[in-house]
T-cell receptor
Framework: QQQVKQSPQSLIVQKGGISIINCAYE??????FPWYQQFPGKGPALLIA?????SEKKEGRFTISFNKSAKQFSLHIMDSQPGDSATYFC??????????FGTGTRLTVIP | GAVVSQHPSRVICKSGTSVKIECRSL??????MFWYRQFPKQSLMLMAT?????????EQGVEKDKFLINHASLTLSTLTVTSAHPEDSSFYIC???????????FGPGTRLTVT
């Protein structure tokens, strides 16, 4: 059972555009929601994270929007660049400090 | 800070042999380390959680006798794939955390190919 659902599976955005990736969860016990960026053959790297008592967090070009009542959160990448092309995973943290990952979104930013 | 290394980065072994993968937290003490498996173009699946000095907790469906995990110190955890078979070929990634309230920092991964 997929605890965190992620969409879309793949995304193509023009350089300078906005990339939006969405995630949804069911378990209200999740208490922390990070986003990871992964390049081929590398481990995931933390991009930005949010706690459920906050509705939005912005760091540079990256913004997380969090809707606690809907149990949804999303990543927005503003002014998308070719170097942003990677696979993005949302995740949610459970009680044992374990992370449940979404299925991933392959982002391609075309020049 | 918060660097996690893995060794080797890639390994090829013959079917039936065992292979050990090391995960080290280089600049912090990790009370908890996690091992994940990732198939091509798929998500990370948690295999087991290990706390320093105690036995690892395995996720449902993960064979503890096949995937031996040791977390002997606050900076080192090892995953040994015993009697490896081609279906064990995968990308294995570890992560390390200082504790419940802290981030998980991921290693660069180890590509295992069993021939």
């Amino acid at each position: 059972q997929q605890q965190v659902k992620q969409s879309p599976q793949s995304l193509i955005v023009q350089k300078g555009g906005i990339s939006i990736i969405n995630c949804a969860y069911e378990n209200t016990a999740f208490d922390y929601f990070p986003w990871y960026q992964q390049f081929p053959g590398k481990g995931p790297a933390l991009l930005i994270a949010i706690r459920p008592d906050v509705s939005e967090k912005k760091e540079g070009r990256f913004t997380i929007s969090f809707n606690k009542s809907a149990k949804q959160f999303s990543l927005h990448i503003m002014d998308s660049q070719p170097g942003d092309s990677a696979t993005y995973f949302c995740a949610a943290r459970g009680g044992a400090n374990n992370l449940f990952f979404g299925t991933g979104t392959r982002l391609t930013v075309i020049p | 800070g918060a660097v996690v290394s893995q060794h080797p980065s890639r390994v090829i072994c013959k079917s039936g042999t065992s292979v050990k993968i090391e995960c080290r937290s280089l600049d912090f003490q990790a009370t908890t380390m996690f091992w994940y498996r990732q198939f091509p173009k798929q998500s990370l699946m948690l295999m087991a959680t290990s706390n320093e000095g105690s036995k690892a907790t395995y996720e449902q469906g993960v064979e503890k006798d096949k995937f031996l995990i040791n977390h002997a110190s606050l900076t080192l955890s090892t995953l040994t794939v015993t009697s490896a078979h081609p279906e064990d070929s995968s990308f294995y990634i570890c992560s390390a955390s200082k504790g419940r309230a802290y981030e998980q920092y991921f290693g660069p991964g180890t590509r295992l190919t069993v021939t």
